[in-house]
């Protein structure tokens, strides 16, 4: 399937490794210019530009805190003007801090809001005014099952991702007629690093439908395709992506 993303400008959120790594690679493979953010490691930012460049497109890595407002300011100022067009935001960057709510401290709660949900929300504005002037993009936030379904210790995460779909819907009603499409991925248990202790879970694997956990890559290929001129036509959608675990 070629899903025609020649020319354009990814930004991800969180593209170092992971889930968004894999999203950076899926819309390299189809041509399209990726400017990923990172936090903290820069080596293992060095490393996943290089290895995107091999796919002949344009790569940089951004250091960036999504939950700092003028940081999401001036990374989306500066990806504008290096690459000279915005067209594809995946707002994917995220962290836990698991803990029953009687042992959650503040900051357990407002940290994980705040790069989850009000990242995103930082992300978003930013690159509204691009995408509505020229009347074409797409906005793809990466939530998760628990934000569906809810979790045991996961209070804080739950309601972060929970609050991306909420937010989703908002922004495709705000900007579909303008041209901008605006949609959720839900995964469920995904093999990257925030997950590799469950990787031997008995009790996770067998709570899978499909007995096993899902690949980045499986992720990565459904955010290209939403990103692609065929999907035109889902917006304000969440959609799962679980091996059936959430149905
Ligand atoms: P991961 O392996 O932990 O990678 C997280 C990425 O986000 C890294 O690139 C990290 O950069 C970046 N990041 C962290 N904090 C950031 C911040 N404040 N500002 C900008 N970037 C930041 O995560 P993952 O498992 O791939 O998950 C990716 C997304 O999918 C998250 O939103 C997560 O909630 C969601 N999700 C994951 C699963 C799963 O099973 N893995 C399931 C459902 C939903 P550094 O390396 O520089 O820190």
New binding site residues.
Partial sequence: MNLNLSGQTAIV????????YAVCEALAKEGCDIAF?????AQ??EEAAASLSAYGVRVKAYC????HEEEAASAVQAIKEAFGRIDILVN????TRDKLVNGMKETDFSDVID??LK?AFHMIRNVYPIMARARAGRIIN?S???GLMGNAGQVNYSAS?AGMIGMTKSVAKELTARGVTCNAIA????V????EKFTENEAVLSSIPVKRMGT?EEVGALAAYLCSPMAAFITGEVIRIDGGMAM
């Fill in positions: 959120t969180g593209g170092s490794r992971g889930i968004g953010l990172y936090a903290s490691n293992k930012a960036c805190h999504v939950e994917n960057a995220g962290i790069v989850n990242g990466i998760s099952i628990s991702k995964p469920g248990f995904i990257t690093d925030m997950t980045p």
